[in-house]
């Protein structure tokens, strides 16, 4: 107790010196020890006189960087997604990718022609493996009866995501008879698009069954991910454990 | 068959072959823009657990393998991602959701009217704005003010697909039989992250949406009015 005393009384005699130590130290430059910020400097660490940042911008100093909070700048778009996998599955070469990545999503039209033609190849290189006349094996209308210039145009032209502020959200609901209202995390959007693909009118022309290829899913589920976290929906990082 | 609709044949396998070795749900881009910092891996959009709400989520920069990987990936401060609201109908952005990475943090701009459309833009810093510490491996930040709520750092990657077997498929390696069946399926982002940016906001914010466009363009009736909505990248000049 006695020692617990001495330091209380050690640690009061400190701080009282400490107080008094620091009234001689305030940067007021009514004092006669020289003035300690007179001028204005663009070095002395803070933001004064008509600086935009700390030492940076107005009528002294140099401009101020990114860094202090300046968002002027062109942006120039370098990539753009609406509807999942679109680019990549119709977006048949490189250079027809990076163009439809820096295109205006209003402005789509001339790249209607080239899906529908990757959409055949598709057909054609089952034709090749299934020993069948390439002109024989086609795409069909898909389950909304769309045809081939319409799909893609669709794909094309139209590629956002359509979200219902109203409706529920689904990217595919055939029992509800809804499609393309949102696109939830755990949608199947990727067996969604080869359905309507390869699927033709009743859905499972291609479906792995009957000897045929199958096309119209990947079989793969979202496995152990948990989409039921509220915001900001998704699950931490995986780490190494 | 002719020779020559042979060879025009090959041809287009070989072209599919090379472009699916960049592929899926735009994880792995074309090259101008692979690998870079504004590659956009995925993007979703949804009514949120308050159903008067809508949720944006851009995944970005994917395939990130966890650990060191991961710690180590950022935003850049020189790429603006926007998400854009088409409510007319004509696919073009109406209103624009802007997000840029200043220090340890993103800047959100708006829902606001963008004062140009298109390729270009500039940060609209007149727009009401809002900001989230970037969250890190260990601790998420989120930030809610204004009925609006807002996330980015890194996350596990939500997408699933059999990436290998589809460049099989396109491949020919994979003909005739196809994907794999169930169980013998890889899902290839199964294991890996990617850096994330969450937005809900009101649909009072996003104004009314306009007919379904799958009313007009795919002859499809019953459909609900729904926005027009897609993310971009726009790196500084």
Same mark, same amino acid.
């Given at each position: 107790?006695?020692?617990?005393?001495?330091?209380?009384?050690?640690?009061?005699?400190?701080?009282?010196?400490?107080?008094?130590?620091?009234?001689?130290?305030?940067?007021?430059?009514?004092?006669?020890?020289?003035?300690?910020?007179?001028?204005?400097?663009?070095?002395?660490?803070?933001?004064?006189?008509?600086?935009?940042?700390?030492?940076? &911008?107005?009528?002294?100093?140099?401009?101020?960087?990114?860094?202090?909070?300046?968002?002027?700048?062109?942006?120039?778009?370098?990539?753009?997604?609406?509807?999942?996998?679109?680019?990549t599955?119709?977006?048949?070469?490189?250079?027809?990718?990076?163009?439809?990545?820096?295109?205006?999503?209003?402005?789509?039209?001339?790249?209607?022609?080239?899906?529908?033609?990757?959409?055949?190849?598709?057909?054609?290189?089952?034709?090749?493996?299934?020993?069948?006349?390439?002109?024989?094996?086609?795409?069909?209308?898909?389950?909304?009866?769309?045809?081939?210039?319409?799909?893609?145009?669709?794909?094309?032209?139209?590629?956002?995501?359509?979200?219902?502020?109203? &409706?529920?959200?689904?990217?595919?609901?055939?029992?509800?008879?809804?499609?393309?209202?949102?696109?939830?995390?755990?949608?199947?959007?990727?067996?969604?698009?080869?359905?309507?693909?390869?699927?033709?009118?009743?859905?499972?022309?291609?479906?792995?069954?009957?000897?045929?290829?199958?096309?119209?899913?990947?079989?793969?589920?979202?496995?152990?991910?948990?989409?039921?976290?509220?915001?900001?929906?998704?699950?931490?990082?995986?780490?190494?454990? | 068959?002719?020779?020559?609709?042979?060879?025009?044949?090959?041809?287009?396998?070989?072209?599919?072959?090379?472009?699916?070795i960049f592929m899926s749900?735009d994880h792995i881009d074309?090259?101008?823009?692979a690998?870079?910092?504004?590659?956009?891996?995925?993007?979703?959009?949804?009514?949120?657990?308050?159903?008067?709400?809508?949720?944006?989520?851009?995944?970005?920069?994917g395939i990130?393998?966890?650990?060191?990987?991961?710690?180590?990936?950022?935003?850049?401060?020189?790429?603006?991602?926007?998400?854009?609201?088409?409510?007319?109908?004509?696919?073009?952005?109406?209103?624009?959701?802007?997000?840029?990475?200043?220090?340890?943090?993103?800047?959100?701009?708006?829902?606001?009217?963008?004062?140009?459309?298109?390729?270009?833009?500039?940060?609209?810093?007149?727009?009401?704005?809002?900001?989230?510490?970037?969250?890190?491996?260990?601790?998420?930040?989120?930030?809610?003010?204004?009925?609006?709520?807002?996330?980015?750092?890194?996350?596990?990657?939500?997408?699933?697909?059999?990436f290998?077997?589809?460049?099989?498929?396109?491949?020919?390696?994979?003909?005739?039989?196809?994907?794999?069946?169930?169980?013998?399926?890889?899902?290839?982002?199964?294991?890996?992250?990617?850096?994330?940016?969450?937005?809900?906001?009101?649909?009072?914010?996003?104004?009314?949406?306009?007919?379904?466009?799958?009313?007009?363009? &795919?002859?499809?009736?019953?459909?609900?009015?729904?926005?027009?909505?897609?993310?971009?990248?726009?790196?500084?000049?």
């Amino acid at each position: 107790m006695k020692n617990y005393k001495n330091k209380s009384y050690k640690l009061s005699v400190f701080v009282v010196l400490l107080l008094t130590a620091l009234i001689f130290v305030q940067c007021k430059d009514d004092d006669d020890n020289g003035n300690v910020i007179d001028v204005i400097s663009c070095n002395d660490g803070i933001q004064n006189g008509d600086e935009d940042g700390i030492d940076c &911008g107005g009528s002294m100093c140099s401009p101020c960087e990114d860094n202090q909070l300046n968002f002027d700048g062109n942006f120039v778009q370098e990539d753009v997604a609406g509807r999942p996998g679109v680019n990549t599955i119709f977006g048949i070469t490189d250079l027809l990718k990076n163009n439809y990545n820096v295109s205006e999503v209003a402005n789509r039209t001339i790249f209607q022609e080239d899906f529908q033609e990757v959409l055949e190849n598709y057909y054609d290189i089952y034709a090749i493996s299934l020993d069948i006349p390439v002109d024989e094996l086609n795409y069909e209308n898909n389950i909304f009866d769309w045809d081939a210039a319409r799909f893609t145009t669709i794909m094309s032209n139209y590629d956002a995501l359509q979200v219902a502020p109203n &409706g529920p959200t689904t990217y595919y609901d055939a029992t509800n008879n809804l499609v393309f209202t949102g696109r939830y995390l755990s949608d199947d959007v990727m067996g969604f698009t080869l359905t309507l693909m390869f699927g033709g009118a009743d859905g499972i022309r291609f479906d792995g069954n009957n000897g045929t290829p199958q096309l119209t899913t990947d079989a793969v589920a979202p496995g152990d991910r948990d989409f039921t976290l509220s915001f900001p929906y998704l699950e931490v990082p995986l780490t190494l454990e | 068959m002719k020779k020559t609709k042979l060879l025009t044949i090959i041809g287009g396998f070989s072209l599919l072959l090379l472009s699916f070795i960049f592929m899926s749900l735009d994880h792995i881009d074309a090259t101008n823009v692979a690998g870079t910092s504004s590659d956009i891996a995925d993007f979703f959009a949804f009514e949120g657990d308050n159903p008067d709400n809508t949720v944006f989520v851009a995944t970005i920069q994917g395939i990130l393998a966890p650990g060191v990987v991961t710690e180590n990936a950022s935003f850049d401060e020189n790429v603006l991602i926007e998400f854009n609201i088409d409510n007319t109908g004509d696919f073009i952005e109406d209103l624009v959701i802007q997000a840029i990475k200043r220090g340890d943090s993103i800047y959100f701009f708006g829902p606001v009217i963008p004062n140009r459309t298109g390729l270009e833009s500039d940060v609209l810093t007149s727009a009401p704005n809002h900001i989230v510490q970037i969250s890190t491996t260990e601790e998420t930040f989120i930030t809610n003010e204004d009925d609006m709520s807002f996330f980015a750092g890194p996350r596990r990657d939500p997408s699933y697909f059999d990436f290998n077997r589809f460049i099989d498929i396109a491949n020919g390696d994979a003909a005739p039989e196809g994907f794999y069946p169930p169980g013998e399926s890889t899902d290839f982002f199964v294991g890996l992250n990617v850096l994330a940016i969450a937005v809900e906001v009101p649909n009072s914010l996003l104004g009314n949406a306009p007919q379904h466009i799958l009313e007009s363009q &795919g002859t499809i009736s019953g459909l609900p009015p729904a926005y027009n909505v897609w993310v971009s990248t726009k790196r500084k000049e």
